[in-house]
C-alpha cells in the first residue's frame, strides 16, 4: 500500500506503529504464537485514533454501490470503532446505525444476541479491531445473519495477514483492511 502524505492511513500507520505494536513472544487469542503484538486497542480508544479510524472506514462504505444501514460486531473489539464509523457518519451527515454482537444473549428482557437499531433485513458490515483467523468475526457474522441482517463484508483495522480472508472468502464475504502487517514492516508467518 502506498500513502500520500496528506492520506489520513498514512497517519493511522503511524499511529498503530507507535503505539499499538510490541515486540517480544505472544499468545494470540487463536492460540498462535507470535513475535509481535498488536493492541489496537490503544488505537482505536485514542481521539486521534478513533478520527481516523472512523473516517477511513465511512469512506470505504461511501465508496460501495449501496451504503449500508449499519456497522457493529463483536464487543468488545468492534465497540469503539463502531462508535467512531456511526460519530462520523453523524458528522457528515449519513444515516448509519451501529449494533454490537455479545458473546452470550442477555439473561433478561430480549435475551438477544445483537443489540442496537437494527432491524432483520437491513444491511450490514461487521467491523473489528484486528484479524488473525477471523474466528471473532466469523462468529459476528453468524450472530448477525442469525439476527436477520444482510452481512455485506468484513472491514478491519489491521489485517495479520494469517487466514482471515481466506475465512470470510469461503463464505462469499471480502475482508477489507485499513492497513495490513506489511504496512509496519513484518511478514507474515509461512503457513
Same mark, same amino acid.
Given at each position: 500500500?502506498?500513502?500520500? /502524505? ?27 504464537? /507470535? ?18 479510524? +472512523?473516517?477511513? *472506514? ?23 470503532? %463502531? ?8 458528522? /457528515? ?32 458490515? *461487521?467491523?473489528?479491531?484486528? %484479524?488473525?483467523?477471523? +474466528?471473532?468475526?466469523?462468529? /459476528? ?14 472491514? %478491519?483495522? *489491521?489485517?495479520?495477514?494469517? +487466514? ?16 495490513? *502487517? ?10
Amino acid at each position: 500500500m502506498t500513502h500520500s /502524505a496528506a492520506d489520513p492511513t498514512a497517519r493511522l500507520v503511524d499511529l498503530v506503529a507507535r503505539k499499538a505494536l510490541k515486540r517480544g513472544t505472544f499468545r494470540l487469542a487463536s492460540g498462535r504464537e /507470535a513475535s509481535f503484538y498488536l493492541d489496537a486497542k490503544q488505537v482505536v480508544l485514542d481521539a486521534e485514533g478513533a478520527m481516523l479510524v +472512523g473516517q477511513a *472506514i465511512l469512506a470505504r462504505l461511501a465508496a460501495l454501490a449501496r451504503f449500508p444501514d449499519a456497522v457493529g460486531g463483536m464487543s468488545i473489539g468492534a465497540d469503539p470503532i %463502531t462508535g467512531a464509523v456511526v460519530t462520523m457518519a453523524g458528522v /457528515a451527515g449519513r444515516p448509519l446505525k451501529g449494533f454490537m454482537i455479545r458473546k452470550e444473549p442477555k439473561d433478561h428482557g430480549t435475551k438477544r444476541y445483537v443489540e442496537g437499531p437494527v432491524e432483520p433485513g437491513q444491511r450490514g458490515v *461487521i467491523v473489528e479491531d484486528e %484479524t488473525t483467523t477471523g +474466528g471473532s468475526s466469523l462468529l /459476528a457474522i453468524d450472530r448477525a445473519q442469525e439476527f436477520g441482517l444482510v452481512v455485506d463484508r468484513v472491514v %478491519t483495522v *489491521i489485517d495479520r495477514l494469517s +487466514g482471515a480472508a481466506a475465512a470470510f472468502a469461503a463464505r462469499g464475504i471480502p475482508l477489507e483492511s485499513l492497513l495490513t *502487517i506489511r504496512d509496519l514492516g513484518i511478514e507474515p508467518d509461512a503457513p
